[in-house]
């Protein structure tokens, strides 16, 4: 996994026909999606149930590329091994989630993956100076975490833009997760981020049946990401 700026579109796969899950996996890729993103969430530390590592084991032969998933889960630390099993190339865990994320980080990286650490909107970037040497990625959460649809908190396009400067040349990805659309991508992609997680605005329209919708709605974001980028 070689580190690079461009712009990357990473679908939710939440937001895709659960019972296709494979083929959907297969078929956003096909449509030019970069990364696949995979919301684990567990109904303690958000609202909401998901999927677990056998999702993940399941679904990893159907994806060519980068498989990035999305701890929303407290504890973290004994899930971690099984995710790096089940092929996760990019494993995040919340700020929020423990006292101990250099630990989490740390155990990440033992794991074989990269490791991802994620901000809630409330949270600010202060922690996150004292944790740049252990990540690879940083994930503002746009939204609240929990649901996918939701409408996008524009308060952290500043945090993007702080965290940014604070990253300077370090190989560490932002990436923007909640309410991206082509209207919002641009504002995130000015800012400094450069992997849009997208659910909803990605799958609209299409189908695994009739996946180019799926490639217009990519394209579209992207365009407008580049544009402002």
Same mark, same amino acid.
């Given at each position: 996994?070689?580190?690079?700026?461009?712009?990357?579109?990473?679908?939710?796969?939440?937001?895709?026909?659960?019972?296709?899950?494979?083929?959907?996996?297969?078929?956003?890729?096909?449509?030019?999606?970069?990364?696949?993103?995979?919301?684990?969430?567990?109904?303690?530390?958000?609202?909401?149930? &998901?999927?677990?590592?056998?999702?993940?084991?399941?679904?990893?032969?159907?994806?060519?590329?980068?498989?990035?998933?999305?701890?929303?889960?407290?504890?973290?630390?004994? /899930?971690?091994?099984?995710?790096?099993?089940?092929?996760?190339?990019?494993?995040?865990?919340?700020?929020?989630?423990?006292?101990?994320?250099?630990?989490?980080?740390?155990?990440?990286?033992?794991?074989?993956?990269?490791?991802?650490?994620?901000?809630?909107?409330?949270?600010?970037?202060?922690?996150?100076?004292?944790?740049?040497?252990?990540?690879?990625?940083?994930?503002?959460? &746009?939204?609240?975490?929990?649901?996918?649809?939701?409408?996008?908190?524009?308060?952290?396009?500043?945090?993007?833009?702080?965290?940014?400067?604070?990253?300077?040349?370090?190989?560490?990805?932002?990436?923007?997760?909640?309410?991206?659309?082509?209207? &919002?991508?641009?504002?995130?992609?000015?800012?400094?981020?450069?992997?849009?997680?997208?659910?909803?605005?990605?799958?609209?329209?299409?189908?695994?049946?009739?996946?180019?919708? /799926?490639?217009?709605?990519?394209?579209?974001?992207?365009?407008?990401?580049?544009?402002?980028?």
């Amino acid at each position: 996994m070689s580190f690079d700026r461009s712009i990357k579109i990473a679908p939710s796969i939440l937001a895709s026909d659960f019972a296709n899950f494979g083929a959907e996996c297969a078929a956003v890729e096909a449509q030019g999606a970069d990364w696949v993103h995979v919301d684990v969430m567990d109904g303690h530390f958000v609202p909401n149930i &998901t999927f677990g590592p056998e999702t993940c084991k399941a679904i990893r032969p159907h994806i060519k590329g980068i498989m990035d998933v999305h701890l929303m889960i407290a504890p973290v630390d004994p /899930y971690i091994e099984a995710f790096a099993g089940a092929g996760a190339d990019v494993i995040t865990a919340h700020l929020e989630a423990g006292p101990h994320i250099h630990r989490t980080l740390q155990a990440i990286r033992g794991a074989g993956a990269k490791a991802g650490l994620a901000l809630n909107p409330g949270t600010g970037i202060d922690a996150v100076a004292h944790l740049l040497d252990m990540i690879d990625l940083v994930c503002v959460m &746009t939204v609240t975490p929990g649901f996918g649809g939701q409408k996008f908190i524009h308060s952290q396009i500043e945090k993007v833009t702080a965290l940014r400067q604070m990253i300077g040349e370090r190989p560490i990805h932002i990436e923007i997760d909640g309410g991206v659309t082509p209207e &919002t991508a641009p504002l995130v992609s000015a800012a400094g981020a450069d992997v849009l997680v997208a659910g909803s605005a990605v799958f609209k329209g299409g189908s695994v049946q009739n996946p180019a919708p /799926y490639g217009d709605n990519i394209a579209n974001i992207r365009a407008a990401a580049e544009a402002a980028a």
